[in-house]
């Protein structure tokens, strides 16, 4: 594959962070844990729909993320094999440009009859690549690893859209959902810019508080019984 700053962008590059967790992944656990322990309310954490909607998130988390690992791992030996789709042409301008779409070929040669031929000629070459790979991809099972991931990937997000509907009713509850949205916010986002510090920092106030309290409640209990 030539390199060129107008190289286009790889269409096919998956998730190259894959699901980043944070400082404190698992935070909703530690909550439930504290107030189970100290005796606060745990009927209401166990009946919390907030809380039971994050367990289900962190299950598809975990499983979206060993998808994600299995179908990159696949993906690399699939560009090993047969690289990327590309095409590399020259532009009348003279420079040597490599493409990995036809729309991007369409853009780069457009559609005038006097890059009629060129154009036709790099379409057959990407085209004759685009089977290479799909090939490939069902070969090695890359596709089928590819198609998982974005089921488990949509059903993580359909959940992540239920916390919005959700109203929780304990602190652990709201705990789960700030560390659901954090953690899946630093798998895209630049994590260290705004809101991402502010959530943190909500979410770790939260868990600091929590086991404070539980750690009172058990105190207390240990006085009484004394």
């Known amino acids: 594959m030539a390199d060129s700053d107008n190289t286009t962008t790889l269409p096919y590059v998956t998730r190259r962070r894959v699901l980043a967790g944070t400082v404190v992944a ?3 656990w530690t909550l439930e844990g504290n107030a189970s322990a100290s005796g606060a309310g745990s009927t209401n954490v ?3 729909p907030a809380l039971a909607l994050w367990r289900e998130w962190e299950r598809v988390h975990k499983l979206t993320e ?4 299995r179908q990159q791992r696949l ?3 699939v560009v090993e094999r047969v690289g ?3 095409v590399t042409l020259r532009v009348p301008e003279g420079e040597e440009l ?3 779409s036809i729309e991007a070929l ?3 040669l457009g559609n005038g009859p006097d890059t009629a031929a060129v154009r036709k000629k790099a379409e057959t070459e990407f085209l004759a690549h685009q089977a290479r790979w799909d090939a490939a991809a069902e070969e090695t099972g890359y596709t089928a690893a590819f198609r998982a991931e974005r089921e488990a990937g949509e059903k993580m997000q359909d959940v992540m859209q239920a916390f919005s509907a959700t109203p929780a009713t304990t602190v652990a509850g709201v705990a789960g959902k700030l560390d659901a949205v954090l953690r899946e916010g630093e798998a895209w986002e630049e994590c260290s810019e705004f809101p991402w510090p502010q959530i943190r920092s909500a979410l770790c106030d939260l868990v600091r508080i929590a086991e404070g309290f539980g750690a009172d409640r058990v105190r207390r209990r240990k006085i009484r019984h004394d």
Do not use: G, I, M, Y
């Open 84 to 86: 990327f789709p590309c």
């Open 66 to 69: 060993r998808l994600c690992r």
């Open 26 to 28: 698992t935070t909703a």
């Open 75 to 77: 993906e690399t030996k």
């Open 98 to 100: 490599t493409v990995h």
């Open 106 to 108: 369409n853009q780069v």
């Open 46 to 48: 166990r009946s919390d």
